[in-house]
């Protein structure tokens, strides 16, 4: 999983609670990002990052946030985690993002499986 | 509007065999398409990145197709073994100057049985 770990791996959390997943990589690539899989969905983009507290919008970022205070770690937060945000949530790095190389490779961690009962 | 659609959604097929998943997309202006594998319970790996001028390229035992003119891809599967089991994602960028997209497909779930 080119050097990327996700915590936790598993969780099962409560309507209304907040939530806070957490990614880190030891590549030192400026590109980070945080993706959902859903069945019936190709992977969808929440919040990417390029560079420490440089973060913007994907394409699923409403009830989500993050935050990157260091290169090395990229956290999401669910501010009052909803049933619909159950899902597994899939954390992915890069070296050069959008404006870099066109060939520029994600390379994804092994994912979160968040439950919200 | 941009889309990205894979066959068969599933397949099962002996050890040993040949397949071929396939992916037609409409999303312009393009930029790049790659194919990832994803096992079970694992992040997608990239396969392989083929940009507009190329045709085929090859991994190992994996071959893409790519024909821009179409908007269609292939990803051959030669001599399958049990640990090609996974789901094939078909990703296509979209080229729109600084804020390039990447469009999933849903995936081809390939079964190789004993």
Redesign the interface.
Known sequence: ?AG?TQSPRHKVTETGTPVTLRCHQTENHRYMYWYRQDP??????IHYSYGVKDTDKGEVSDGYSVSRSKTEDFLLTLESATSSQTSVY?C?ISESG??GR??D???????TRLTVL | KNQVEQSPQSLIILEGKNCTLQCNYTVSPFSNLRWYKQDTGRGPVSLTIMTFSENTKSNGRYTATLDADTKQSSLHITASQLSDSASYICVVSGDAGNNRKLIWGLGTSLAVNP
């Open positions: 999983d990327i019936g969905h190709g992977l969808r983009l899939f992915a959008w404006q066109v060939t490779t994600q390379y994804f961690g092994p994912g």
